[in-house]
C-alpha cells in the first residue's frame, strides 16, 4: 500500500511518546490501519479488529502458551518478592562487606542473583544494601546505578524468564509471516552476543568500583558522601515506596530463594534432556511446556517453604500468587497488541515498503546503527523498553530479511536501543524502581548515571556499525576492551599527581 502503510507505525510511535501508553497507542495504530483496509467505514473496522485480528491472537495455541506462561512467571516473581528470601541472603553475606569497592560489588553480585525479576533488583537488593553503603560512604545515587545496571540489563539477557518470553514471541510471529524455518529460542540466544549495552551496562559497574573512576555529576555525589557523609543534596526529594513495595517484607531465610530457584533449574533441564537436549533442538512448543511446569514446581515449593517459615499464611500466599499473575495482564495486552498490528503491517506491506525505499540507498551494514538510533530515541521518549521492542520488532526484522542485514546484529540492535533509551529517559519505569530501591532523589540518579550511559551507548553504536559490517559476535569482546582501557586510562589520568604533565 506503498507510503499510507507507514500510518499505522507512525501513528503508534507518536501516540506513545505523547501519551506515555503503549496499550493505547498501539490500539490505535491497529484500529487506524484497519479503517484505512475497510475503505474508511468504522463498524467494519471494528468488527474486523476483534474478529480478524484480535481473536486469533488469542486463540492460536503458540500465542495461547506464551501467555500462560508468563502467568506462571509472574506469579512465582511475586512470591520470590514477598519471600523475604533476597533480604535474608543479602544479609547473611554483610559481614564480608567492609570495603568501598566490596561493597558496590556485592550489591552488583545481589542484582545478579535475582536476575528473575527486574522489578524484583530494585526492591529486593536496593533497601538490603542502602545502610551498608551508608556505612562505607558510598552514595546512594550509586547504589540506584549498581541497580538499574543489574535489573533490565541482566533480564533481558535470560532467555526463560519474562523478557526473553516476551521478545521470543513477537520474533517468532515476524518468522512465520516470513517464511523462516529459524528457532526464535535459538536466534534470541544466538543474538545476545550482540546485545551490546545490556552486556556494557552490567560490565561497566565492577569496572567503575575497581577503578574508582567516576565522572560528571556521579564524582559530585561520590565527594559529597566522602567528604561531608551527607547522603542527600539539600533539595533532593528521595523516593522510597512504591505500589509494587507497599508493604515491608518480613526476613525469613536465604533458603527461599536458592531452593525453588534450584528446582526450577533442575526441572527445566531434565525435562530438555529428554528431548534431546542439548545435541538436539528443542522444538518451542515443548520448550515452553518444560518452562511452564518448571515455574509451577518452584512456586509449589516456595508456598510450601513460606508456610513451614511462616512468613504468611496459605490463603496469602495464594492471593499473592494470583496478583503476580495479574501483573502481566499489562505485558500480555502488550504482547497481543503487537501481534496483531505485526500481522496488520505485514498485509499493509510496511516492512517491504521501507525495504524498497532504502535499498541501494543505505548499504546494509548501517541498518543496524539505524535501528540502534531508532529504537533508542522511542525508548528514551515513551520511557518503555517493552513497547520499543513491540513496536521496532515487526519492522526491524522485515527490513534486515528485505536488505540483507545481518539478522542477529538488527534483533540486537532493537533490544540495546530500547534498553539504551530506558536507562536515559526519566520517566522509565526501571529508572523510578532503581531511585526508589536506593532510597535516592530520583532526578538525581537519572542525572549522575546519563553519563555512564551516553558511555556506553556510544560504544555500543560503534560496536553495531562494526558487526553490521563483520557479523562477528566477536564484536562484543572488543567493546569490553576498550571500555576497560578507556576507565583505565580515565582513572590513571584522575589520579596523576598535580604538576606532572599528563602527556596522553
Known amino acids: 500500500m506503498g507510503i499510507v502503510s507507514l500510518i499505522p507505525p507512525i501513528i503508534a510511535i507518536v501516540l506513545a511518546i505523547i501519551f506515555r501508553n503503549v496499550i493505547v497507542s498501539l490500539f490505535i495504530g491497529l484500529f487506524v490501519g484497519i479503517v484505512i483496509l ?31 506462561l508468563l502467568c506462571f512467571i509472574g506469579g512465582f516473581v511475586a512470591l520470590v518478592e514477598r519471600s523475604g528470601g533476597g533480604a535474608a541472603l543479602a544479609k547473611r553475606t554483610a559481614k564480608w562487606i567492609n570495603t568501598n569497592t566490596k561493597t558496590q560489588l556485592s550489591a552488583w553480585l545481589g542484582g545478579i542473583i535475582i536476575f528473575f525479576s527486574d522489578m524484583g533488583t530494585p526492591l529486593i537488593v536496593g533497601p538490603v544494601f542502602e545502610k551498608l553503603f551508608d556505612k562505607v560512604k558510598v552514595s546512594r545515587e550509586k547504589l540506584a546505578w549498581i541497580l538499574d545496571s543489574t535489573s ?17 514471541g513477537i520474533m517468532k510471529e515476524e518468522f512465520a509471516r516470513l517464511n523462516m524455518t529459524v528457532s526464535e529460542f535459538t536466534t534470541f540466544v544466538e543474538a545476545i552476543p550482540f546485545q551490546f549495552y545490556a552486556i556494557l ?46 508493604e515491608t517484607v ?21 525435562l530438555l534432556v529428554s528431548y534431546g537436549f542439548p545435541a538436539k533442538a528443542v522444538p518451542g ?46 505485558v500480555i ?25 532504502l535499498e541501494g540507498n543505505v ?10 538510533l531508532a529504537a533508542a530515541s522511542m525508548s528514551f521518549a515513551t520511557g518503555s523498553s517493552w513497547g520499543t521492542f513491540a513496536i521496532m520488532l515487526p519492522l526491524a ?57 551516553l558511555t556506553n551507548g556510544f560504544i555500543a553504536l560503534g560496536s553495531f556499525i562494526i558487526a553490521g559490517f563483520t557479523g562477528s559476535n566477536l564484536t562484543i569482546v572488543g567493546s569490553i576492551v576498550f571500555m576497560v582501557v578507556l576507565f583505565i586510562v580515565l582513572s590513571k589520568r584522575k589520579n596523576k599527581p598535580q604538576g606532572v604533565e599528563n602527556v596522553a
Open 38 to 68: 475497510a475503505n474508511g467505514n468504522p463498524i467494519t473496522a471494528t468488527t474486523s479488529t476483534i474478529r480478524e485480528y484480535l481473536f486469533p491472537q488469542l486463540t492460536d495455541s503458540y500465542n495461547a502458551a506464551v501467555i500462560v
Open 152 to 168: 533490565s540489563p541482566v533480564a533481558i539477557l535470560i532467555p526463560f524468564i519474562g523478557w526473553g518470553i516476551y521478545v521470543m
Open 201 to 246: 551496562s552490567v560490565f561497566i559497574v565492577p569496572i567503575v568500583a575497581i577503578t574508582k573512576m567516576d565522572f560528571g555529576a556521579m564524582a559530585k555525589a561520590e565527594k559529597r558522601m566522602e567528604q561531608t557523609g551527607k547522603i542527600y543534596w539539600q533539595q533532593s526529594n528521595p523516593l522510597r515506596k512504591t505500589d509494587v513495595d507497599a
Open 250 to 270: 518480613q526476613e525469613s531465610h536465604p533458603m527461599l530463594i536458592w531452593l525453588p530457584l534450584a528446582v526450577l533449574f533442575i526441572t527445566l533441564f531434565s
Open 285 to 330: 512448543s515443548d520448550f515452553r511446556v518444560a518452562l511452564s511446569t518448571a515455574y509451577l514446581f518452584a512456586a509449589i515449593l516456595l508456598m510450601v517453604l513460606m508456610v513451614l517459615y511462616k512468613v504468611k499464611k496459605m490463603n496469602e500466599i495464594f492471593s499473592i500468587y494470583l496478583q503476580g499473575m495479574q501483573r502481566m495482564m499489562q
Open 333 to 357: 495486552l502488550i504482547l497481543v497488541l503487537a501481534w496483531a498490528l505485526g500481522s496488520l503491517l505485514g498485509e499493509m506491506g510496511t516492512a517491504t515498503y521501507i525495504v524498497e525505499q
Open 363 to 372: 548499504p546494509a551494514f548501517i541498518v543496524p546503527a539505524i535501528i540502534f
Open 397 to 453: 526484522i522485515p527490513m534486515a530479511a528485505g536488505l540483507e542485514a545481518p539478522m542477529l546484529v538488527s534483533i540486537g540492535a532493537v533490544l540495546s536501543g530500547g534498553l539504551f533509551g530506558d536507562h536515559c529517559s526519566p520517566i522509565s519505569d526501571s529508572t523510578i524502581l532503581a531511585s526508589t530501591g536506593a532510597g535516592c532523589d530520583h532526578i538525581d540518579h537519572v542525572k549522575t548515571q546519563l553519563p555512564y550511559a
